[in-house]
């Protein structure tokens, strides 16, 4: 401090200008500042805080000091004052009060005030102002803060739009990352006006990061204007208050001269949106996009697809629940939390189903892209068909519906994922044949016309595949083979351009805190449903579960919360060869003219875990019935469930009498504190049985949170698939039947989930 302070010529000392000091004898030294009040004690303090006036140098600080003051303690004294951020250095200004505020601003900044004052009057600003937004506008208030605004190359460039979609930013920012130019993007017309973020060069986002995010949270957009085979954001109406515009340029030139003065933090790096019809200002975060086109590396995602996926050890840090998870609900959303947001967000956003009661924690997170199909009613179904979580807590139902947004978007067809061109038979070996994955019977394409006009497009028959048409393939790790396989790629990313051959879903994808975590829910969906369509087809009767037995007090309440609403509720125990407890939860209306009879499935190691996790899911659905239901919103299928399904028709869906239910350790279980562990030996499992596992790492480098799609050809989905196969032989090698059904004697209800 004495070097600081004490060189010959040195500024004078004083407290920081945005600081007002007031003395309280005896007690202490009061710093008034905007954003609070701080107190200085100590012997002495008060005599040195009337001489910090600013119009002394440390000499005549030292000159002026009381007699009773050495010069050790004035020294160390103004050391601590300024390691705190207290005092400062002062210049020769000319003491206007324009020009004391602004020091004081930058004195509130952090910056030292002489730096600041320098950097902004010798930086040049350069303004471009896309179509009908007027240029002249944005640099009066540009100069109304002291820059200088030049026509040629600044040291910034402040570019304002209509849109941050707009085509023309796209050569702005690749001109500025060629010349290494900083610039500030402005949004300042409309009722919503926006500012920021800023992008810098090779470091941090830039433009086409973000044009990303934005272009995938306005899909009814693009789908309009694909349709009409334009292209850039859609021409709105003009919309805006001369004030309102005035305010986001004012704005952008404060964010502009405190960049320009070296000022630099994390917020910097978001849009800022002030909504004026609600005077609500929200943050929306942009972060760089590792695989982007632009700063990043476009092959990354694909190169990835070609390497071994590795199962490492991973302890099980969270068993409550839902499931064994290598992180906590509450890290999991503290992680990924700046996904959610409507703007730059993965969700839009997540709420609370309200129809029914809180106890059901049913959450919602935006629309389904595993919905979606072709024109307006492909859009409306995407929309209709949101995607949610599930839990026994709020939060772990909130931590759900996060999960499975990102789930379906990872899994979207993006351009960049690894693909082979050929046909099954050119691929030879390594390729998987589609018919073993999606397990139609011949006898489904010949009536495929009819069934697809008459069902929901989730129950789908495709068109025969031909081995030899050519298609795109995306490689697959066998963990089995330990080798990489292939898949049609219309198959594997929802949205993929594919032949009507093949078609996706979201059967065995899973988001994870660990890609053993992504890997295991993403095997016990494929076993629950597996499982689930042997049952639900072949129309067995099989045992109840004792809910008693598990003594849970949450599955108790659960049991009130159906009563109270005029329901009967109970669980099957479908379990199949596999021997992975998989159970179903079943709610029927007991107080009125339809039964609207609810499911919800669940598969677990732990059969603890299983049943609550059909419970979960059941509850996820039920707010569909708990208001009056209103069929005309559903598709085909549900509808026809709702206006026809009763229990005493369905004698399959309550628990075979003949069979005594059972309890909660009929399976045994034995908890292993590894989750690669459970992932082997649900493996080891399938691979006895012939099964192979295959694994699709879905991870998007610039989500984070692990995703994969797990195959396993020849387990069954709960959709309409009939091939023969596990859907026929099971029932007879469990006992359930005497011979396989016939095609025919299927149950022609499909699953309506």
């Known amino acids: ?101 602004s020091l004081a601003y930058w004195d509130a900044a952090g910056l030292d005030p002489a730096d600041a004052v320098a950097a902004t009057t010798t930086s040049l600003v350069s303004v471009v102002a896309i179509g009908e937004i007027d240029r002249d506008s944005l640099v009066d208030a540009l100069c109304r803060n002291g820059l200088t605004v030049t026509s040629g190359s600044g040291d910034l460039t402040v570019v304002a739009c209509a849109d941050y979609l707009a085509p023309e930013l796209r050569d702005i920012d690749a001109a500025h990352r060629a010349a290494g130019t900083p610039w500030l993007l402005v949004k300042p017309v409309g009722a919503q006006v926006r500012v920021g973020p800023f992008f810098t060069p090779g470091d941090g986002p830039c433009w086409r990061c973000l044009a990303t995010r934005l272009s995938a949270n306005r899909s009814a957009e693009a789908h309009v204007r694909a349709r009409c085979g334009e292209r850039g954001p859609a021409p709105r109406a003009a919309i805006g208050l001369p004030s309102l515009r005035a305010t986001a340029l004012e704005i952008a030139s404060v964010e502009a001269i405190k960049w320009l003065a070296g000022l630099r933090q994390d917020t910097q ?13 929200t943050q929306h975060e942009v972060r760089a996009r590792p695989q982007c086109p632009g700063c990043g590396d476009p092959e990354m995602v694909a190169r990835r697809a070609f390497q071994p996926v590795v199962l490492t050890s991973r302890v099980k840090r969270s068993c409550d629940g839902g499931g064994h998870r290598s992180s906590s609900p509450q890290e999991v959303l503290g992680t990924y939390r700046h996904l959610i947001g409507p703007l730059t967000g993965i969700v839009r956003d997540i709420r609370r189903n309200d129809d029914g009661p809180a106890f059901f924690n049913s959450f919602w997170s935006g629309s389904n892209i595993a919905a979606s199909g072709e024109g307006l009613e492909g859009l409306r179904s995407s929309l209709r068909a949101e995607t949610g979580g599930k839990g026994v ?42 018919d073993t994955v999606q397990q139609y019977h011949p006898r489904q394409f010949v009536d495929r016309d009819a069934w697809n ?5 989730f129950q789908h028959v495709t068109t025969p595949f031909d081995d030899d048409e050519v298609m795109s393939w995306t490689p697959y790790w066998s963990l089995t083979e330990q080798r990489h396989k292939f898949l049609p790629t219309g198959m594997s990313y929802f949205g993929a351009p594919c032949p009507p051959s093949v078609t996706s879903n979201s059967n065995g994808c899973a988001a994870g805190s660990s890609l053993e975590d992504a890997v295991l829910q993403a095997l016990l969906e494929l076993v629950e449903r597996d499982a689930v369509a042997i049952w639900w087809y072949n129309r067995t009767p099989l045992p109840g579960v004792d809910l008693d037995s598990f003594h849970d007090r949450w599955i108790d309440e659960c049991r009130e919360v159906h009563a109270r609403l005029g329901r009967e509720m109970w669980l099957l125990d479908v379990t199949s060869d596999l021997g992975v407890p998989v159970m179903v ?38 707010p569909m019935v708990c208001e009056p239901v209103r069929l005309e919103k559903f598709d085909v299928d549900t509808r026809f469930w709702f206006e026809h399904a009763r229990v005493a028709e369905q004698s399959w869906l309550v628990p075979d009498p003949a069979v005594p239910p059972r309890h909660a350790m009929h399976h045994g279980y034995q908890h292993r504190r590894d989750l690669a562990d459970d992932v082997r030996a649900v493996q080891d499992t399938l691979e006895s049985r012939g099964m192979e596992v295959l694994v699709l790492d879905q991870t998007r480098p610039d989500i984070g949170l692990p995703v994969v799609r797990v195959v396993v050809p020849g387990l069954r989905h709960f959709w309409s698939r009939f091939a023969q196969g596990r859907l026929y032989d099971v029932p007879v090698q469990l006992g359930r039947l005497d011979r396989p059904r016939r095609y025919v004697e299927l149950n022609p209800i499909p699953l309506f989930m």
Not at 269 to 281: A, F, G
Not at 453 to 457: F, L, Q, R
Not at 595 to 606: N, P, Q, V
């Open 393 to 434: 807590t709020a939060l772990d139902a909130e931590v759900g519906a996060l999960c499975e947004a990102v789930e379906r978007r990872s899994g979207a067809f993006c351009g960049d994922e690894a693909q082979v061109s050929g046909s099954y038979r050119s691929l030879g070996e390594p390729a998987i044949h589609p």
């Open 585 to 622: 939860a079943v709610s029927r209306r007991t107080n009125g003219p339809r039964e609207d009879i609810m499911l919800g499935c669940g598969a677990h190691l732990d059969p603890r875990i299983a049943a609550r996790r059909a419970l979960t899911e059941l509850n996820q659905c039920m």
């Open 453 to 457: 006009a008459s069902h929901s497009k």
């Open 1 to 101: 401090m004495r070097r600081d302070l004490a060189e010959p010529g040195e500024q004078r000392i004083g407290f920081r200008r945005h600081l007002r000091p007031q003395i309280v004898r005896g007690e202490a030294v009061y710093l008034f500042g905007e954003s609070g009040v701080t107190a200085i004690q100590g012997p002495h303090v008060e005599t040195l805080a009337l001489l910090l006036d600013g119009t002394r140098d440390l000499a005549g600080l030292l000159r002026d000091a009381s007699a009773d003051l050495t010069a050790d303690q004035v020294e160390r004294m103004l050391a601590r004052l300024a390691a705190a951020g207290l005092i400062g250095s002062r210049g020769t200004e000319d003491g206007s009060a324009d020009i004391e505020a």
């Open 269 to 281: 790096r978001s849009v800022w949106s002030y909504d004026s019809l609600t005077m609500k200002v």
